[in-house]
Nanobody, 122 residues
Framework: QVQLVESGGGLVQAGGSLRLSCAAS????????MGWYRQAPGKQRDMVAT???????YYADSVKGRFTISRDNAKNTIYLQMNTLVPVDTAVYYC????????????????WGQGTQVTVSS
């Protein structure tokens, strides 16, 4: 079994900051790209930021300069530092990871966390 567990969501006023964490646990051999996605009510799930296994980041245009994604491979954990939050950032934030569970074959399978709510008040 593989689990992704997010933490760090909550309620914050516009202009404030939050830091999300996502830790992968369970039985697996390696992790490739990890990332954060978000879904606001009535909208599709969109990519926020991703980070490769060698820590190369990629951001959605809407969060560039405000959000920073980072990764600790020793802890199988990624972080999302969110600064200068605005109400449109309100959404459920999901962690995702491409994980290989075999030491004999390379088969990348996407896994998702349960999500953590981020609410930004105006």
């Amino acid at each position: 079994q593989v689990q992704l567990v997010e933490s760090g969501g909550g309620l914050v006023q516009a202009g404030g900051s939050l830091r999300l964490s996502c830790a992968a646990s369970g039985s697996f051999f390696s992790i490739d790209t990890m990332g954060w996605y978000r879904q606001a009510p009535g909208k599709q799930r969109d990519m926020v930021a991703t980070i490769t296994s060698d820590s190369s980041p990629y951001y959605a245009d809407s969060v560039k300069g405000r959000f920073t994604i980072s990764r600790d491979n020793a802890k199988n954990t990624i972080y999302l530092q969110m600064n200068t939050l605005v109400p449109v950032d309100t959404a459920v934030y999901y962690c995702s990871a491409k994980i290989n569970r075999s030491d004999k074959f390379v088969i990348w399978t996407p896994y998702w966390g349960q999500g953590t709510q981020v609410t930004v008040s105006s």
